[in-house]
């Protein structure tokens, strides 16, 4: 069963707007969640992350949001730019155990 | 600092046949995950070593296994190739006390 969900698996962003891109899980066990980024013929790039004591975590224009009690996080991009046109794929994890995956949302930043 | 490096990037195999695919881990990791990555689909976790032993392994059957070295890095076995064994292979490489794994390249399998 999938425990991590990407329920939109495009979206299309014009240049300088924001991107926001979503993602629920259903295991409450899990504390640490991640991003990453992947373009073709490349594994995925790291990108940020966030512990479950946390609700925000910042690193230049990318922001992570996480909401607990509804079981969801978000990555905003400010401004989007076209080379941040790539999948990304929302990551759970348990301390100690592997990374669960969702299906990933491929974003185009149009110019 | 040297990132993760897979090898081959391309395989193409036949049905029944075995594979051999090989990570050297990032300097400074000593823990390796391998994923299958499917088309259309997000990576899913085979199994993960530490300090040479299997430290947590995913829904994979047993033709699935693999080895790590003393200079951590590693390598991922299948046996009896299917063809739904086709997909995209990606080693990890991790600090044991940090939960960022950084990826390789991955590599390409197909089985025909």
């Known amino acids: 069963d999938q425990q991590v969900k990407q329920n939109s698996p495009s979206l299309s962003v014009q240049e300088g707007r924001i991107s926001i891109l979503n993602c629920d899980y259903t295991n409450s066990m899990f504390d640490y969640f991640l991003w990453y980024k992947k373009y073709p013929a490349e594994g995925p790039t790291f990108l940020i992350s966030?512990?479950?004591?946390?609700d925000k975590n910042e690193d230049g224009r990318f922001t992570v949001f996480l909401n607990k009690s509804a079981k969801h996080l978000s990555l905003h991009i400010v401004p989007s730019q076209p080379g941040d046109s790539a999948v990304y794929f929302c990551a759970a994890s348990r301390t100690g155990y592997a990374l669960n995956f969702g299906k990933g949302t491929s974003l185009l930043v149009t110019p | 600092e040297t990132g993760v490096t897979q090898s081959p990037t391309h395989l193409i195999k036949t049905r029944g046949q075995q594979v051999t695919l090989r990570c050297s881990s990032q300097s400074g990791h000593n823990t390796v995950s391998w994923y299958q990555q499917a088309l259309g689909q997000g990576p899913q976790f085979i199994f993960q070593?530490?300090?040479?032993?299997?430290?947590g392994r995913g829904n994979f059957p047993p033709r699935f296994s693999g080895l790590q070295f003393p200079n951590y890095s590693s390598e991922l076995n299948v046996n009896a190739l299917e063809l739904d064994d086709s997909a995209l292979y990606l080693c990890?490489?991790?600090?044991?006390?940090?939960?960022?794994?950084?990826f390789g390249q991955g590599t390409r399998l197909t089985v025909v």
């Open positions: 966030i512990s479950s004591i946390k």
């Open positions: 990890a490489s991790s600090a044991r006390d940090r939960l960022e794994a950084f």
């Open positions: 070593y530490y300090r040479e032993e299997e430290n």
